[in-house]
């Protein structure tokens, strides 16, 4: 095993060549990211490129600044649960900015949320570092590998000032995993994945922090993290860039949300449908109060906003999370197949937009991005030169989206783990279930998107193409930590033992 793992940074390296089946344009990520960083300061500065697209420095001299960055994650959003998707929930706010930017036909993320988050921080698939199953318990003892450099700090070193407020789960148990050690001059939020949104504790223990404190503070989580993004968009001392990474608690279980918004939805009938309503429209409100304040500062023109759920809306109690749920589970993924925690298109194909007023156009971006694109790309956009990372899976697709261009990227990985798989490659993708009963799965999804026709039967030499590319990365990965860990807690936790004196109760 250790040479595996002796052996990813030349086999990574190998990746970004062709990422397994022959992406076109994978292989130009470091390239294209350094040359683009350049560039987008000049676009952002309104410069010519030939003049931008020198160095970062001209557009620095003349006393501008590269954009400022806000990047908020809904967790457990459903695909259609956005007004901008048709949803009856009320969502004015993103709809504005999806309106005025653009919206993502086929944006994916990892399927549950530690490893979206892995990914959009490192810009690689978590099959490089062990974080690729499941996510983070609550007794877990890992996190996000120490020497991954992540998004805030590549950020931090190019002079960004760095903020998050919410959700972290990329490791609690040690302080060397938390926000403030990784590259955040900020943080205020949770470091485990579900609280209860008004207590802010997990299994009874409290989980709110301000920086590397804990924090007593009253109030529902969302509403407090809408409150504290426009705090910090008020304090931001503007001689520099922002890159604020705003993740919201919101709508993932449980279904809980303030009485005054409860009052909203009167009409849902069922009350998780109702609750889960309510708790997106206190994100949405929140993420109103955040642009405005962004105005008010004169910010606003010069901020590029993206948005995104973690992974696709609960469709499954096994994914619901740690809090028992009764009744149904209120996230809609219509029309893509399944939800959280799978790897079809309802797991890992999430509503997502894109707003930077005058230098992204209006309207919908076709072919596919990936989350681990999102880590170039801001690069680029900032300015900020590569180099310290690790060998990135993600495409700089900063020049596709200025020119409103379809996305370079024709192919991605959806996940590889020892119990399955998936991968696309153009509109072919492989669903591959190892673990006993195996299913291999092929679908078109060009011409069903829904997944609802299985043609592995009729096509065997792709299914061996695709299977081959999940195998060698299988050979790439390093095992995920989340089977580590249970083994430490099953084999190596000390016996739980009855207490004598409950014998005497007993009687004969």
């Known amino acids: 095993m250790s040479e595996l793992q002796a052996g990813q940074t030349s086999t990574n390296a190998r990746h970004l060549e062709t990422i397994g089946t022959g992406n076109r344009k994978t292989g130009t990520t470091r390239r294209r990211a350094l040359l683009g960083g350049a560039a987008a300061i000049a676009v952002a500065a309104g410069m010519p490129l030939g003049l931008g697209g020198l160095s970062p420095a001209p557009a620095r001299a003349n006393g501008t600044t590269p954009p400022n960055i806000v990047y908020i994650i809904a967790d457990d959003l459903g695909w259609a649960d956005v007004g901008f998707q048709g949803s009856d929930i009320r969502t004015p706010n993103l709809d504005r900015l999806a309106a005025a930017g653009v919206t993502f036909d086929a944006f994916y993320t990892q399927p549950m949320c530690t490893p979206t988050r892995a990914a959009f921080l490192t810009g ?213 197949r399944d939800g959280k925690g799978t790897l079809y298109e309802g797991g890992t194909r999430v509503a997502a937009l894109a707003n930077w007023p005058e230098r992204i156009k209006p309207g919908k971006v076709e072919g596919m991005i990936h989350v681990v694109d999102m880590y170039p790309t801001l690069a680029a956009i900032a300015g900020a030169p590569l180099g ?76 061996r193409e695709l299977q081959d590319w999940i195998t060698r990365l299988a050979g790439e990965m390093t095992p995920p930590l989340l089977f580590m860990d249970a083994a430490r807690l099953t084999f190596y936790a000390p016996p739980v033992v009855a207490d004598p004196a409950t014998l005497f109760s007993l009687g004969d």
């Open 124 to 336: 690689r698939y978590p099959l490089r570092y062990g974080l690729q199953t499941g996510v983070i318990p609550s007794p877990g003892s890992y996190g996000l590998a120490l020497d991954e450099y992540l998004l805030p700090q590549l950020m931090k070193d190019a002079g960004y000032r760095t903020a998050l407020v919410g959700k972290w789960h990329l490791g609690h148990a040690k302080v060397e995993y938390w926000p403030m050690q990784r590259g955040f001059d900020s943080f205020y939020g949770a470091l485990v994945g579900e609280i209860d949104h008004f207590k802010h504790s997990s299994h009874g223990v409290k989980d709110w922090y301000r920086g590397n404190k804990p924090l007593e503070e009253t109030g529902f989580d969302n509403s407090l993290f809408g409150d504290e993004a426009v705090r910090v968009v008020e304090g931001h001392d503007a001689s520099a860039p922002l890159f604020l990474y705003l993740a919201f608690t919101a709508p993932h279980t449980p279904f809980q949300a303030p009485e005054d918004y409860l009052g909203r939805y009167k009409h849902i009938a069922d009350e998780n449908r109702r609750a889960y309503a309510a708790m997106i429209s206190v994100l949405d409100d929140g993420i109103g109060r955040l642009v405005t304040a962004l105005e008010k500062r004169g910010m606003r023109d010069n901020t590029l906003i993206v948005f995104h759920s973690d992974n696709g809306g609960v469709t499954s109690s096994l994914f619901a999370g740690d809090t028992k749920v009764s009744g149904g589970l209120p996230a809609s993924n219509s029309p893509y």
């Open 388 to 463: 310290k990372n690790k060998p990135l899976d993600g495409i700089n697709l900063w020049p596709d989206l200025s020119e409103g261009k379809p996305s370079a990227r024709n192919d991605l990985v959806y996940n590889v783990d020892p119990l399955a798989g998936a991968v696309r490659k153009d509109k072919w993708k492989l669903v591959w279930k190892a673990a006993l009963p195996s299913r291999i799965e092929l679908f078109d999804l060009a011409a069903d998107p829904s997944e609802t026709r299985d043609l592995s039967a009729e096509n065997a030499d792709k299914v």
